[in-house]
């Protein structure tokens, strides 16, 4: 068994004094995915954020890695944040930063690379999603869809070693969804990574992934993704699907 990316034993997440969820633990190894089901979709985002240092559980412990446990100071976040890729509904970019700078970003954080061979390196990139014609623009001068693709492009130049998903289809349809998925299969080498994932349908999401954790308030359940008996989860379901509809009749 290879070393864990991920690892967490009896999560536990209060908000104002009220029970989010508890008694959450698993741990997912390298080359491993993970799917997140939880009945309130913004429950699993709480998750991505504790999991990426952005937000402390009020219980449990975490380990990233096989050696770090939480953070506790802005050198060690840093250090472990360069090993973790972000993407989620409320992940934003720097505003006062041209979207190349934003995206450049990424690139800076994993290596020791100059500003010009970093921009340099993701011009295919940013001209692939359609990016590089905007490049000097500014976060607030781009439509929604072209800002959550910048957001995707930075976090994919970084080559995280943990990738912490919310499924591009919940802003961007599916067209972009897909494209934004194959990217991150062709850029990575599964082996060296690992991926956590929530908000997607769990069809595709079993192409992913090896495992299922269904987030409950009070416990959570680990399933082999072949065996997830999605009948037992319908109302979930269709609460996405509905998600999904709203959002593609919207764009």
């Known amino acids: 068994m290879s070393k864990p990316a991920l690892k967490c034993d009896n999560l536990e997440y209060r908000e104002g004094g009220r029970m989010i969820f508890r008694n959450v633990s698993f741990s997912l190894e390298m080359g491993q995915g993970g799917f997140l089901l939880a009945e309130l979709h913004r429950n699993s985002r709480l998750l991505l954020l504790i999991f990426s ?31 973790i890729g972000l993407v989620h509904r409320e992940t934003r970019l720097v505003s006062n930063m041209s979207v190349i700078d934003n995206i450049t970003l990424g690139m800076l954080y994993r290596r ?101 954790l269904v987030l409950g308030k009070d416990t959570s359940r680990m399933y082999p993704a072949g065996e997830f008996d999605q009948a037992r989860h319908f109302l979930t379901q269709t609460r996405l699907d509905d998600t999904y509809r709203h959002i593609e009749m919207s764009t």
Not at 143 to 158: D, G, I, M, W
Request: hydrophobic share 35%; aromatic share 10%; proline share 5%.
């Open 53 to 83: 240092t952005l937000l402390r559980p009020s219980l449990g412990l975490i380990n990233w890695f096989g050696e770090q446990n939480q953070p506790e100071n802005k050198k060690s976040n840093l250090s472990l944040r360069q090993r």
């Open 112 to 212: 020791d690379i100059s500003y010009r061979e970093a921009r340099f390196e993701i011009k295919d990139l940013m001209e692939h999603l359609g990016l590089y014609k905007y490049r000097n623009m500014r976060p607030a001068e781009l439509s929604f869809e072209k800002q959550r693709l910048a957001v995707y492009a930075r976090e994919l130049t970084k080559n995280p070693r943990l990738f912490l998903l919310e499924a591009p289809a919940l802003d961007l349809g599916q067209k972009a969804y897909q494209m934004m998925m194959r990217d991150i299969r062709d850029r990575t080498d599964r082996q060296e990574c690992a991926f956590l994932i929530s908000a997607m349908s769990p069809e595709e999401g079993r192409k992913w992934v090896e495992w299922v």
